[in-house]
């Protein structure tokens, strides 16, 4: 079996074992709160934008609550894309309840139909999304291939620098150290079989094969693919990981747009 096909194993398997209520006021919120899953980096840039008429999609989008948000800016069509068939299904279901003009598919990123090339006007990922591909070229590539002219491609993430980090938990890490202890460089996944911590907690779980890329992996990326760089973000707060290195002027997350000229 491939990584992919283990880690839509495992996603599927923590979804399963999610948390009390994990998801349940999904709906509720998107009802009654503005952009209510969209980071506050991600809320300054595209509430800059015009999104009528546009067709959006998110890229590993899991259960679709971001592009959900996303679409109340007015976007005519969203597409969101994701390994798992269960985050899908809850996606859907989702999107159903509001009345959202999204469609779900859950499908491998790197197997996207030809049918979608040159539809979007607007691609995100989100956090945590790239850390599931070994190479990022390919990806980086669907994402030309998929956007219509002047389309742009936002990536909003943990940073690179993170993972010379250990986190709480790890035998490595030393409470108010910054101890850097993973290579920069490094080429082996991490292998990880305690659920997905956020959706399911702690758990014995099928295998997550997972990457550490460096600021060249993703800024080449962007540029071998043909986009054109506007605009690299780097921030000291942390997106979801772990808040232990913030306070500490270290980069921790960044935000990146990419237009298709
Ligand atoms: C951490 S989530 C990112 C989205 C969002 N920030 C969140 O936290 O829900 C990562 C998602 O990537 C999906 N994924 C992993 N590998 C993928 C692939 N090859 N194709 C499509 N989706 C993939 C997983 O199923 C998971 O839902």
């Known amino acids: 079996m491939d990584y992919i096909q283990s880690n839509k194993l495992a996603w599927e398997d923590a979804f399963r074992h999610r948390k009390p209520g994990w998801g349940d006021d999904n709906v509720a919120r998107l009802q009654s709160e503005h952009l209510p899953f969209l980071h506050p980096d991600i809320v300054r840039v595209v509430e800059g934008m015009a999104f009528q008429g546009k067709t959006v999609a998110q ?139 956020y959706l399911s907690g702690k758990y014995d779980s099928p295998t997550f094969t997972s990457f550490t890329h460096t600021v060249s992996d993703i800024l080449g990326g962007v540029l071998r693919a043909g986009l054109c760089l506007e605009l690299f973000q780097e921030y000291p707060h942390d997106v979801g990981i772990t808040p232990v290195y913030e306070g500490k002027d270290l980069p921790l997350s960044y935000l990146l747009l990419a237009k298709n000229r």
């Open 59 to 197: 890229f590993c989008c899991n259960n679709g609550r971001e592009l959900l948000s996303l679409m109340q800016l007015g976007a005519e069509r969203g597409f969101g894309f994701d390994l798992a068939e269960n985050l899908i299904a809850q996606a859907r279901e989702m999107a159903s309840t509001v009345g959202a003009a999204c469609t779900f598919e859950a499908c491998n990123l790197l197997e996207l139909p030809a049918r979608y090339t040159g539809q979007f006007d607007f691609i995100f990922f989100t956090v945590g999304a790239l850390a599931w591909f070994e190479d990022l070229d390919p990806v980086f590539a669907l994402g030309k291939r998929c956007l219509k002219p002047d389309g742009v491609l936002l990536v909003h993430d943990s940073h690179p620098l993170l993972c010379l980090l250990p986190v709480p938990g790890e035998e490595a890490y030393r409470e108010g150290e910054v101890r850097v202890s993973y290579p920069y460089f490094r080429k082996t996944p991490w292998l990880e079989n305690s659920g997905m911590g």
